[in-house]
């Protein structure tokens, strides 16, 4: 596509690379029918080309966020549908980021809207600080009902007793003989709201021969705040994650970063790209990137274990955009899944977002309650007995919708090769 | 009506009906004549015969394509795609048995204008849909042109096929280009004795949802299959049920086999090879078993699974024959009523399940006074004179054939 | 009598569009309350976000319409165009702006309706076998509801994934399946029109019709949003083959593969598919699906046999023997549905993918009699020399319907205006060889100049009258297909020489 930058806007490095960006897209239009807010608005604003060419007339004509630039990139997901689908390789991820932090600086927004970005911003990247306010929360469920629209949502979300625990750094040492050494992403908001996930996730990696590390010093990956236009603040956390790693790595080795929430997958192995500008730590963020696996990833690479339970529980996977789209992860847990004799249904409409995509739920609750529900019927129609994900961000999202059990895919594969059995499965109401 | 004007060119078609505009004379375009009976008579003071304008102007058969001046016969044309092993794919009918009249043959050009289609028009369409491009003269006396010589094409509108079908009232058409196709290596048709009408048409909709390309789906009850001059049929002494496949010999043997499972528990099966199948649609094609008599002739165009009903509810309120088609879903009755009894019970019948039903066999004096084609909704009906208008504003060609005062 | 012409504001410096009606413009106050008390929720006025409403498919041509509108029902889409017409007003359809000849390019005067909205299936009718659908439905959303019991819709453009049945409709589109299966117009077999006056009519049904009057069916489709609004679509759809399999044969030149596509068809074998790409979009698709496709090859063809196993083997074998006769260096056979739906990724994907080499490429789209088609690539690959640009060859070759890919830079001045060229010079070939100017894509703006290349004026201004009759006032999407733009009234006013039979050797009695 023409783009008209003038020399002066183009040593700015953001616009280079949206120049780039914009270049390669075709407006074939192929995106627009696989974005969720088109499926549902019909507005080409809402859709991933629409979003490209508001993108494109701000940054072109260094104008500040109109009202319609923010309405409708904020309608964005970043669910990185459009990704999968784009032939010509658009990079609508880096371009809608570029968008988000011009808008976060030059946009319009209510006071409230403000307060809800900051706190989401301060609060949920850090656990100590989101445990905090998860207690407020948990107390302020029962009165949810007199709440405004986007806190009620907030509130709603908070599961009424979630299994918290946080991870301190230390080292799980691999059982039998030691075939990798990684590093584990202890995550920030997973690790309050569900820490069983944190705990499959180790035993079977341990139990396959890796030795688990949670590094000194590396903490949330910082997407939250990323996505939130909060670019530096964001990206202090990558710094420190990345010196973090490449401290593991340098004094005790390290085979890969492992991440069991997709939507932080996705962030980490884009830290490259993040710092390719800084001159200390490029190379090291490159090398982090390089590093960075889902979980399954690094599992279909060591190879599972012979099944000792679970067999022919039939299973709906559900894939998480982060992981489908963002790191393009398909087939690896559908595999892993059928190696442990689980039954594994594909869901109708699988590419679309379930609505959850990080803060997306709070910020945008109408279009993201639209969107769960329709996934959950979806997901629901496949008739499994259980619904497996690989992102607690659709985990929790979906729960209140669907009529079955949710669990993380490592759970499923936990207690097929010996694990226990995750306790959600016995459960009516899995919540309570 | 006078003799006719005779066009030997495409100029001197344009110069007759330019002739027609300047004395604001109205005029029949005729081609060999032979559905003259088809659609309501015109009553005008001279004729325009297109029968000279013949000759195949291009043929390539790897481009599956030819060319024909509009009044070259329907006979040459397929002799000469035989000679090359194709064939006009949508089985163009011949209904001088039917209809009574010319001996001559059919013309292309007549064939197109009048949008004619045989049994396999389910699997192949109908003639609009292999007309490519055309010539033709309109009201206005003007040579114009629309379409093109290749097999896809979409620029501009798509005249060719509002001149197809729309029996000579908006053009002369002067020349045709069509699409033709191979005629397949092997052809048998599977035939199913003894089915009652509705099971007929729950066979077939089979046949049409089965992975083998049915290319013709037809039930003759047990009467009108006596009648047949192939002996399977005419001697079957039931109803017959006949399903045609298509296509490389190994495929038709497979699909033969395939289909003669499926349906040997619904009653006795019998496998017609090519020339018995052949003949068999012919028969069907040209509605030959309704061609001895006088009773009005129909034709039915119905959604297909709603085939049987359409036929248990004329029958509820006249007596009627009925031949069921394209897997149900073109109905030919013969019914010996009156014509506006008939009319009437038939036209109700195919609207209760959205159909159309048009008199195709009547005698003069009942073309001229009832409506043959299907009464128009209101909202198009005003549409349908505008777009006449466009090419004839006048009114001067083929005045009345499908509506009166149009 | 042309109406007066001025550019657009685009890129391009001679694509003319009517006088924009500066009255209307002065009144889009007025109009946008009107719009909104019938569709409340659903107009958008702002400048920012009318922007990304200023081009389809066909990027070059840019230019924002008066006001754009998404109404979700029938009634909504009849009482504006009710009200447009009663005030005058012009009124251009969008479907998913797809368009790859600019036929949804807004007009600064006129109201964008957008159909997006209309987007679900109404019915799918088994025992019949068709679907009723609203016109916003995707494409590939109509195969998506039928599959699962074996059934599909046949045409299947390369933006199949994306594109409206609606506008599919006014397109009338094609595939890679057409070859076989026909184009949309052979797979419609009712619509629900609102005209250009708001009255909502239906032609056909769920049947095939049959002396039902003049084929306005036919004639809507393809007719590029001229003759109304299309609001509801009932396609046929087909049963699944019992086996398909796709091939893909590489050979060491174009003229080879040209030969070898005359050589099959010649032989009776009419595949499902016959689809050819040159090395440049081998290896643009190539990088994005990872079919598998040969890469040092200068031409590749995709066949896609079907039917019956017996039948389909029996055929791969013959295809296979004719394509080494012609030359192939090598044939391979999908052996998975998996790997067949891959050989048509990258076939589908050609076009954006592309975008990987090339900022932009223009898409021509003209068809040719199959025999000429060696021929007519070589003297594309002179055009191309001589005008410096490259070009990427995709194209339905069974049906001999080219789709050269121009590639280009728009941010150097002056390229996009020799692409321009490069492409009429494309689409002169074509028509100079017996061949047509679109065989898919539709007129639009962008062949619309080219039109007398094939037409005369009479032939022009018949097609003109028929537009007349659905749409006197010409307010629906003005300014495209057509060069010049006639009034009706002038256009239906009859030049009669008056007098005798004029010429002499017509019999007379
Ligand atoms: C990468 C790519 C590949 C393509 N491949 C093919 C291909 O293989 N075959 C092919 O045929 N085409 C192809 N196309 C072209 C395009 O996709 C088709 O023309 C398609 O039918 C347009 O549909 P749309 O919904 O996008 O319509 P739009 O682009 O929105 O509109 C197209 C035209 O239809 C009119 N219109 C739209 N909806 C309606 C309606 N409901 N009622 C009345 N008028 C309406 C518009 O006014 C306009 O004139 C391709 C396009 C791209 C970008
Ligand atoms: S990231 Fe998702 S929501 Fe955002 S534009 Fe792309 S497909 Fe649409
Ligand atoms: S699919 Fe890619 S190239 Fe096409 S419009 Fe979307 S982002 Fe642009």
New binding site residues.
């Given amino acids: 596509m023409q783009t008209s930058f003038t020399p002066d806007q183009l040593r700015d490095p953001a616009i280079t690379a949206a120049d780039e960006i914009l270049r390669k897209c075709v407006h074939?239009?192929?995106c627009t029918a696989t974005c969720p807010t088109y499926v549902l608005l019909g507005d080409e604003n809402d859709s991933p080309r629409g979003r490209i060419y508001l993108i494109k007339d701000m940054l072109e004509n260094d104008r500040p966020a109109s009202d319609a630039v923010t309405r409708h990139v904020d309608r964005c997901l970043s669910c990185l549908s459009c990704m999968t689908t784009c032939p010509s390789g658009v990079n609508y991820m880096h371009l809608v980021d570029v968008g988000r932090q011009r808008i976060a600086r030059t946009g319009r927004r209510s006071a409230a809207d403000r307060l809800l970005r900051w706190l989401l911003a301060r609060v949920l990247p850090s656990p100590e600080r989101f445990r905090l306010a998860l207690l407020g929360a948990r107390m302020a469920r029962p009165f949810a009902a007199f709440l405004p629209g986007r806190l009620k949502a907030l509130v709603k979300l908070v599961p009424p007793a979630a299994r918290t625990a946080i991870l301190e750094p230390r080292v799980f040492p691999a059982e039998g003989v030691r075939r990798r050494r990684v590093a584990l992403l202890a995550g920030c908001v997973q690790q309050v709201l569900d820490a069983e996930i944190n705990a499959a996730t180790i035993r079977l990696l341990t139990k396959h021969g890796c030795e688990v590390v949670v590094a000194e010093g590396a903490g949330c990956c910082g997407a939250l705040a990323y996505h939130l236009g909060r670019e530096e603040e964001a990206l202090a956390g990558v710094r420190s994650n990345v010196r973090a790693w490449i401290r593991e790595r340098t004094a005790r080795g390290l085979d890969a970063i492992v991440i069991n929430a997709s939507g932080c997958g996705t962030m980490v192995k884009d830290y490259g790209f993040l710092l390719r500008n800084d001159p200390e730590l490029a190379p090291g963020a490159a090398e982090v990137s390089a590093l960075a696996r889902d979980v399954t990833e690094v599992l279909a690479a060591v190879g599972l274990k012979a099944a000792v339970a679970g067999a022919g529980t039939t299973v709906a996977y559900h894939d998480a955009c982060s992981l489908q789209h963002g790191q393009g992860v398909r087939e690896a847990p559908r595999l892993l899944l059928q190696g442990a004799g689980f039954e594994v249904r594909d869901v109708p409409e699988g590419h679309l977002c379930c609505g959850s995509a990080g803060t997306y739920n709070i910020l945008q609750p109408e279009l993201a309650t639209r969107l769960r529900d329709r996934k959950a019927a979806n997901v629901d129609g496949v008739g499994a007995d259980v619904v497996a994900a690989g992102n607690i961000g659709c985990i929790l999202q979906l729960a209140p919708a669907i009529g079955r059990p949710l669990v993380h895919t490592v759970q499923l594969l936990d207690w097929a090769t010996g694990g226990p059995r995750p306790r959600v499965l016995d459960q009516a109401n899995w919540l309570n | 009506m006078g003799d006719p004007l005779i066009a030997t060119d495409e100029a001197s078609a344009r110069d007759a009906i330019g002739w027609a505009v300047s004395e604001k004379t109205p005029i029949e375009i005729m081609g060999g004549g032979t559905k003259r009976a088809l659609g309501r008579p015109i009553q005008v003071a001279r004729g325009l015969s297109l029968a000279g304008l013949s000759g195949i102007e291009d043929y390539e058969p790897s481009e599956l394509v030819m060319t024909a001046w509009a009044g070259t016969s329907l006979a040459e044309i397929e002799a000469t795609l035989a000679a090359n092993g194709q064939r006009l794919a949508f089985e163009p009918p011949d209904y001088r048995a039917l209809l009574g009249g010319a001996a001559d043959g059919a013309t292309i050009g007549a064939v197109f204008s009048c949008n004619l289609a045989g049994p396999r028009r389910t699997a192949a369409g109908a003639a609009r849909d292999h007309l490519l491009g055309i010539r033709g003269v309109n009201g206005r006396g003007e040579i114009f042109k629309a379409g093109g010589r290749v097999v896809k094409n979409v620029t501009g509108f798509d005249l060719c096929k509002l001149v197809a079908g729309s029996f000579g009232t908006l053009a002369a058409l002067t020349q045709v280009t069509f699409r033709v196709f191979p005629i397949p290596e092997a052809e048998a048709t599977v035939l199913v004795i003894g089915l009652l009408e509705q099971d007929a048409v729950a066979v077939m909709i089979e046949g049409a949802q089965s992975p083998h390309e049915v290319s013709g789906a037809a039930h003759l009850p047990a009467g009108i299959a006596a009648l047949s001059g192939v002996s399977a049929v005419g001697g079957a002494g039931r109803a017959v049920t006949a399903l045609r496949v298509e296509g490389p010999a190994p495929s038709v043997v497979h699909r033969v086999a395939a289909l003669r499972r499926c349906f040997a528990p619904l009653g006795e099966i019998e496998v017609l090879e090519a020339e018995g199948s052949q003949a068999f649609w012919r028969e069907v094609r040209d509605v030959t078993p309704f061609a001895g008599d006088s009773r009005l002739v129909w034709r039915l165009a119905v959604p297909p699974a709603g085939g049987a009903a359409v036929v248990a509810e004329v029958g509820r309120r006249i007596e009627a024959e009925a031949i069921l088609d394209r897997g149900g879903g073109c109905v030919w009755l013969a019914t010996a009523q009156k014509a506006e009894e008939a009319a009437g019970a038939v036209r109700d019948a195919a609207a209760t399940v959205g159909g159309s039903a048009t008199l195709i066999r009547a005698p003069e004096a009942v073309r001229s006074h009832a409506d043959v084609f299907p009464p128009l909704a209101a909202g198009l009906r005003d549409l349908t004179a505008r777009v006449k208008r466009a090419f004839d504003p006048l009114g001067l060609l083929n005045p009345g054939r499908m509506y009166a005062g149009l | 009598m042309p109406r007066v012409v001025i550019p657009v504001r685009c890129v391009k410096t001679d694509m003319r569009m009517p006088v924009p009606d500066t009255p209307t413009i002065a009144r889009r106050q007025q109009i946008v309350g009107a719009l909104r008390r019938i569709v409340p929720d659903g107009v958008i006025a702002d400048e920012a976000a009318m922007r990304p409403y200023e081009c389809?498919?066909l990027a070059v041509y840019r230019q924002i319409p008066l006001v754009v509108v998404l109404p979700s029902t029938v009634e909504q889409v009849s009482a504006i165009l009710r009200y447009c017409n009663a005030n005058n007003v012009k009124i251009?359809?969008?479907?998913?702006?797809?368009?790859?000849?600019g036929?949804?390019l807004p007009l600064a005067d006129a109201v964008t309706i957008g159909?997006g909205r209309f987007n679900r299936i109404l019915e799918i009718d088994w025992d019949n076998r068709c679907v009723v659908a609203q016109?916003?439905v995707t494409n590939l959303a109509i195969t998506n509801a039928v599959q699962h019991r074996g059934f599909y819709y046949a045409p299947d453009?390369?933006?199949q994934i994306?594109?409206?049945i609606?506008?599919?409709?006014?397109?009338n589109?094609?595939?890679?399946h057409c070859l076989k299966y026909g184009l949309t117009t052979n797979n419609v077999l009712g619509l629900q029109i609102v005209l250009p006056d708001g009255e909502v009519v239906r032609v056909g049904g769920r049947h095939q019709p049959e002396g039902e009057g003049y084929d306005l069916m036919g004639l809507l489709t393809g007719s590029?949003?001229l003759l109304?609004?299309?609001?509801e679509v009932t396609v046929r759809i087909l049963r699944k083959p019992e086996t398909v399999r796709a091939m893909l044969m590489g050979f060491a030149s174009n003229e080879a593969a040209g030969d070898a596509v005359a050589a099959i068809i010649g032989a009776g074998v009419v595949p499902a598919g016959l689809e050819m790409m040159d090395r440049l979009a081998i290896h643009a698709a190539e990088e994005f699906v990872h079919a598998g496709y040969p890469l040092d090859v200068e031409a590749l063809l995709i066949a896609e046999l079907d039917g019956p196993q017996a039948e389909v083997d029996y055929l791969v074998e013959r295809v296979a023997a004719i394509a080494a006769r012609c030359g192939a260096a090598c044939v391979r056979v999908s052996a998975s549905e998996d790997e067949r739906l891959r050989f048509w990724a990258g076939r589908k994907a050609a076009?954006?993918a592309v975008g990987r080499i090339s900022p932009d490429y223009l898409?021509m789209d003209g068809t040719i009699p199959r025999r000429r088609l060696a021929e007519v690539l070589a003297r594309i690959r002179a055009l191309s020399e001589k005008h410096g640009l490259r070009v990427a060859n995709v194209f339905?070759a069974g049906d001999g319907n080219l789709h050269p890919l121009i590639l280009f830079d728009a941010n150097r001045p002056g390229e996009l205006e020799r692409a321009e060229e490069f492409g009429a010079d494309i689409l002169r070939l074509c028509v100079e060889v017996g061949g047509v100017l679109t065989g898919?894509?539709?007129v639009?703006v962008e062949k619309r100049d080219l039109m007398p290349v094939m037409f005369d004026e009479v032939d022009l201004e018949q097609q003109q009258r028929v537009k007349c009759a659905f749409d006197a006032g010409g307010l629906l999407?003005p300014g495209?297909v057509f060069p010049t733009l006639h009034n009706c009234a002038e256009m239906g006013r009859l030049r009669v020489s008056g007098g005798q039979l004029p010429f002499p050797d017509l019999p007379r009695f």
């Fill in positions: 074939c239009g192929f | 389809d498919g251009v359809p969008r479907g998913a702006g797809t368009s790859l000849s036929g949804a159909l016109p916003g453009p390369s933006s994306a594109c409206s609606g506008g599919n409709v006014a397109e589109a094609g595939g890679v590029e949003g109304g609004i299309v609001t076009f954006p898409c339905h898919e894509h539709g639009g999407n495209k």
